[in-house]
C-alpha cells in the first residue's frame, strides 16, 4: 500500500503561521520528525506550543484558511501539502484520522453514535447502510463497548466519557488508516479510564500497525506508550528522540523541567513536583535567541549572552545522532546528574 523506502511518515521542515491584525502567529516553526507503521511518537509540551496546530496541518485541516503552510509532509510516499483539496480529503479519514480530546464537541449532539461511525465508513467505502451499520457494531465491540447492539442507536450524551472516547477510537480505526493522530486523547478521563484507553490504543496498533502520534503534556503517557519523543516549545522542537533515551538522558533545561512538573515518570513515588517557572510565551512574539531564555534558571551557565541572542539549532548530544537537543549548555549531563536528579529523585542517589 505504500513505498518501502523511507520512514511512513516524513515531516520535514513544517511551517504553520497565522496572519492576524496584531502580527504572524508562529504556531509551528520548522518542524522536522519521521515515524514507521507500528510505532507511536508522543509530541509533548505545554499548552499554547503548537502540538495541534502541527498535527492539523498533517490532516490537512488549514485548507481553506488564511494559514500559511510550508515544507513537506510525506505518507506513504505521497507529499500532502501537494494533493489538491479533493484529493486531502479522500484521503482524511481513510489513510490518517484524529482521535480528539473531547469527543463530546468532536461528535453532533443530534446524530446516534451509530450513524456517525457508520457514516465515517460509507463515505470512504461503496458499501450498504446496512454493511456500514454491521461493521459499526464490530468496532463497537472491538474498542470495548458492552451490549453494542443496544448501545449503537444512543446519542452521544448518553455515553459516559470514557465510553465517548472508545466511540470516538472506533470511528478514527474503522477505516483503517496508517496514521492516527490521538490529540490529548485521555486528558479529560479520570486516571483508571486513561490507563485503559491508552491499553485499547495500543492493542489496536498492534493489530492494524498503524502509525500513532499521541499529543500530549503528560510525559508519564509518553512513558507508557511512545516509541520516540518529540518535545515542544514555542512552535519548535526543542529535544527528540528515543523515548528511553529522552527520560533518563533528558539534554536541556525545558525537558528537565517537564520531567520535574509531572510525577512519577519513572516510577519513583518520592519524585518532587517542581513547576516550570512563568508561562509559555506568546508565539506572536516570541523571545529571541532561545525562546525557553526568560525562565530558564541555567543560562548563566552559557557564556556571551547566547541565550538571549542565538537560536541553538537542534542538534546530537552525548547520545549519539539520533537524540537531538536544542541548548547551548556545554554539559548538560554532568549538570543533569549532579543538580537536577538529585531534587526530582532523591531516591537515585546514593549516600556514601
Ligand atoms: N487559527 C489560528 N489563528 C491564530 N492563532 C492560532 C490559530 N490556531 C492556533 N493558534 C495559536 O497557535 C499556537 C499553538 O496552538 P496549539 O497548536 O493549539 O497549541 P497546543 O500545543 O496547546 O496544542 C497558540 O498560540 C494558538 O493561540
Ligand atoms: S539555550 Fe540557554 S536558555 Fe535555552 S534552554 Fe539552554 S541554557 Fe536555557
Ligand atoms: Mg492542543
Not at 511551517?15 to 514507521?36: C, E, Q, Y
Not at 503552510?69 to 489513510?95: A, H, N, P, Q, Y
Not at 464490530?138 to 466519557?161: A, N, T
Request: hydrophobic share 40%.
Amino acid at each position: 500500500m505504500h513505498s518501502n523506502d523511507g520512514p511512513y511518515l516524513s515531516v520535514e521542515d513544517l511551517v504553520v503561521h497565522f496572519p492576524t491584525a496584531d502580527g504572524i502567529v508562529k504556531a509551528t516553526d520548522g518542524l522536522s520528525f519521521t515515524l514507521g507503521r507500528g510505532k507511536t511518537i508522543g509530541v509533548v509540551g505545554e499548552s499554547g506550543s503548537g502540538k495541534s496546530v502541527s498535527s492539523s496541518a498533517i490532516l490537512g485541516l488549514h485548507r481553506g484558511s488564511s494559514a500559511q503552510v510550508s515544507g513537506r509532509i510525506v505518507l506513504g510516499g505521497t507529499d500532502l501539502l501537494m494533493l489538491s483539496d479533493e484529493e486531502m480529503r479522500l484521503r482524511r479519514g481513510k489513510e490518517v484520522s484524529m482521535i480528539f480530546q473531547d469527543p463530546l464537541s468532536a461528535m453532533h449532539p443530534y446524530y446516534t453514535v451509530g450513524n456517525q461511525i457508520a457514516e465515517a465508513y460509507l463515505v470512504h467505502n461503496d458499501v450498504s447502510k446496512k454493511a456500514a451499520r454491521a461493521r459499526t457494531l464490530e468496532m463497537l465491540e472491538r474498542v470495548g463497548i458492552p451490549q453494542p447492539d443496544r448501545r449503537i442507536d444512543d446519542y452521544p450524551h448518553q455515553f459516559s466519557g470514557g465510553m465517548r472516547q472508545r466511540a470516538m477510537i472506533a470511528m478514527g480505526l474503522i477505516n483503517d488508516p496508517g496514521l492516527i493522530i490521538a490529540d490529548e486523547p485521555t486528558t479529560a478521563l479520570d486516571v483508571t479510564v486513561q490507563a485503559q484507553i491508552l491499553d485499547l490504543l495500543q492493542d489496536l496498533q498492534r493489530e492494524f500497525n498503524s502509525a500513532i502520534i499521541i499529543i500530549t503534556h503528560d510525559l508519564g503517557v509518553v512513558a507508557e506508550m511512545a516509541d520516540d519523543v518529540l518535545v515542544m516549545y514555542a512552535g519548535r522542537a526543542v529535544e527528540y528522540g528515543p523515548t528511553k533515551d529522552v527520560l533518563t538522558h533528558p539534554q536541556m533545561p525545558y525537558t528537565w523541567g517537564l520531567l520535574s512538573s509531572v510525577p512519577d515518570v519513572q516510577g519513583d513515588t518520592n519524585a518532587a513536583l517542581i513547576p516550570i517557572p512563568g508561562n509559555p510565551p506568546s508565539l506572536l512574539n516570541p523571545p529571541t535567541g532561545c525562546a525557553f531564555h526568560p525562565r530558564c534558571v541555567h543560562r548563566s551557565k552559557v557564556p556571551a549572552d547566547l541565550c538571549t541572542t542565538t537560536l541553538p539549532e537542534l542538534l546530537p548530544g552525548s547520545q549519539g545522532p539520533g537524540h537531538t537537543k536544542r541548548c547551548h549548555l556545554a554539559d548538560p549531563d554532568e549538570l543533569y546528574r549532579t543538580e537536577i536528579l538529585p531534587e526530582i529523585m532523591p531516591d537515585l542517589i546514593v549516600e556514601d
